[in-house]
């Protein structure tokens, strides 16, 4: 029996009394999707009156997004949802991938003893979103409207107006602000009149739930010209409750209208899964279609219009960037949209967090592209460098790196204006660094938490090593960057001996996060790292910037870049990505001779017996 989640359907209500002639609404967001409703989480929690507008009836049907990263569970709990969510999910740490039938990488994702959550989890979409309207239905701040699509916008200096068609005509709400999260195809944008830019990669995939009580794992698995879909790429992911999700990539010469019929889709997965001889049965419960962007807005504030999520950027689904980065947009937003509506700061906090998510949206497009350049290659060169490392990647295994998938991680914001400089030479978690979530020992009792569950949904001062005075002046410090930065709350954490909130007296935290020992960490809500200085008193000049949403000295790119040590793999990404676009760029007619000339000149460079070797790899 199929235990496939179907949403709830929502009967819309009129909200013509929501716009009293006297005052705009304080919030509206455009689009019930992970991003707008966690937006309306955050708001909400900090005392702000929201509402939103979602054109649907229902959350989203199909798993659609399935992998939530660490990161992203983190950010759920912190918005208050994070214990239903742990409650569905299935946790997994790596995958496989094979050319044809052999294998040529497994992959395990960063995990250690002392992380608070496992690397990545699967939950459809769906689910996910269902936990979130739940919680936003039952919170006396939030009013959800149903079957609510954007027809107009116009705007002024103190707020805007939406023309909305609902179930009972055509309506007006005035809004303070607006957060246009209704997702890539956003009607929002459109309305603004702005449009995304970038590429576009080649290489249609067609997606597919299906119900399977198969005991393969709960890992990513990949298959490169499969010998059941023979040039087709196929990955697999295992759901909660046997339901499993997967993704073809389907020929140039396919006609996608004709591979999106039910009958194809049932015959290429019954290939695959006989071509793993199974004879479990399986029924085919949703299906969709996926071709990989990486394109953006140039600002995500528009006025008072704010984009988040695939409303502002697209990214290639490989990696599983897309619903992470938007729950990353989603916090940043909350509490410096906040500080602007409470009055705690100035609005050019909001061109912050513009530079910083579009800066995020480099850093994940800067590796899904490298992925999708793997798993989707758009052109010659990259198709033929792509089968080349696969074919070597059986005999030689230190080509397998090339095929990993790049998962998701936590994006920083060190070029972001809020964050301070760091004396040259820092080591460890540098400003604009993620704090990652670690399990902690609590000298009160000796019991374990972590430092999320300690710091909670405001800022936090991590301090390592003070003295007795010490803490209480940054106690007192503390209480006036709350005041400062209401509605945030402000937690001091000490890491050092037996009278600190935290044991570390043989400093193993301090030497993780590269503390030095009178040093404070100033953690903003969102998990990232504002700066690290060592006077509390500093704190006074912390709340300043940060309300003017500055920091005391900008970085630039300049400023900021590290000189990369290269290293084995770093040289063999070079070569693979210089050479697919040397064989891009070069006469068709010259390309065999083009890499003999270059087998030529590097064979010159390399010892008999290593030229040999080399030659004996590459040979079919």
């Known amino acids: 029996m199929s235990t496939y989640f179907h949403p709830k359907k929502y009967a819309p209500e009129d909200f013509a009394s929501l716009a009293p002639s006297a005052d705009a609404l304080p919030v509206v967001i455009v689009g019930a ?16 009156a929201v509402t939103i507008l979602e054109a649907a009836d229902q959350v989203s049907f199909g798993s659609r997004a399935i992998c939530v990263s660490r990161h992203s569970l983190e950010v759920a709990e912190r918005l208050g949802f994070g214990a239903e969510l742990d409650d569905i999910v299935l946790p997994w740490v790596g995958g496989r991938s094979y050319y044809r039938d052999q294998e040529v990488l497994q992959f395990r994702m960063a995990s250690a003893e002392h992380d608070a959550r496992g690397p990545m989890v699967n939950v459809s979409q769906s689910e996910f979103e269902q936990i979130m309207t739940d919680k936003l239905l039952a919170h006396p701040l939030v009013n959800f409207h ?8 116009s705007g002024g200096d103190d707020e805007v107006t939406l023309t909305v068609d609902t179930a009972f005509g055509t309506r007006e709400l005035r809004a303070a602000w607006v957060v246009a999260a209704d997702g890539g195809r956003s009607k929002m944008r459109e309305l603004s009149g702005i449009r995304l830019q970038g590429n576009s990669y080649e290489g249609n995939y067609v997606i597919a739930d299906i119900h399977w009580e198969s005991e393969l794992p709960a890992e990513r698995l990949v298959w490169f010209d499969a010998p059941s879909n023979p040039g087709s790429t196929i990955i697999m992911h295992r759901q909660p409750r046997d339901i499993w999700r997967i993704d073809y990539q389907l020929d140039a010469s396919d006609d996608p209208e004709a591979e999106t019929q039910e009958d194809r889709i049932r015959d290429r997965i019954t290939r695959h899964l006989e071509w793993l001889e199974s004879d479990i049965p399986w029924t085919l419960e949703w299906f969709g279609f996926y071709r990989a962007h990486a394109l953006a807005l140039e600002d995500f504030t528009h006025g008072r219009v704010l984009f988040a999520g695939d409303a502002a950027h697209l990214v290639p689904i490989f990696g599983v960037r897309g619903l992470n980065s938007g729950m990353e947009d989603a916090e940043t937003l909350v509490w410096q949209l906040a500080a602007v509506i409470n009055g705690a700061a100035d609005t050019g906090i909001l061109d912050a967090y513009s530079k910083e998510r579009r800066s995020a949206w480099q850093q994940n497009v800067d ?43 936590a994006t920083h914001a060190r070029l972001s204006p809020l964050t301070w400089p760091t004396a040259a030479g820092t080591e460890g978690v540098l400003p604009g ?60 954490i000490t890491a050092g001996t037996n009278d600190s909130t935290i044991r570390d007296a043989e400093g193993t935290l301090a ?65 693979w990505l210089t050479l697919s676009n040397a064989l891009d760029q ?15 000149i590097l064979g010159s460079q390399a010892t008999s017996t290593s030229f040999d070797a080399a030659l004996k790899s590459a040979t079919r």
Request: aromatic share 4%.
């Open 511 to 575: 030497s993780a996060l590269g503390a030095r020992v009178g040093e404070i960490f100033v953690i903003r809500p969102d998990g990232l790292t504002l700066c690290r200085i060592s006077d509390p008193t500093q704190l006074n000049d912390v709340a300043k910037h940060l309300t003017a949403g500055t920091a005391p000295t900008h970085f630039d790119t300049a400023q900021s870049a590290t000189t990369a040590v290269i290293d084995d793999e770093g040289r063999r990404e070079h070569v």
């Open 146 to 153: 149903w079957s609510s699509s954007i027809a107009g916008i």
């Open 433 to 492: 660094d993620p704090l990652e979530d670690r399990v902690v020992q609590v000298s009160a009792d000796g019991s374990k938490t972590s430092l999320n569950s300690l710091r909670g949904t405001g800022f936090g001062l991590l301090a390592f090593g003070l003295s007795a005075e010490l803490v209480s002046e940054l106690d007192t410090q503390a209480e006036i960057l709350a005041q400062a930065l209401a509605p945030e709350t402000v937690r001091v």
């Open 367 to 409: 590796n899904a592209g490298k992925s999708t350049l793997i798993m989707s290659p758009g052109s010659h060169g990259y198709r033929t460098t792509r089968d080349a490392v696969l074919e070597l990647a059986t005999k030689r295994s230190e080509f397998a790196h090339l095929i990993n998938p790049r998962q998701s991680s």
């Open 586 to 600: 070069a006469d068709p007619s010259d390309r065999e001779a083009m890499l003999v000339r270059l087998a030529l």
């Open 33 to 48: 999707g992970p991003v707008g409703m966690g937006v309306a989480m955050g708001l909400a929690q900090r005392g702000i």
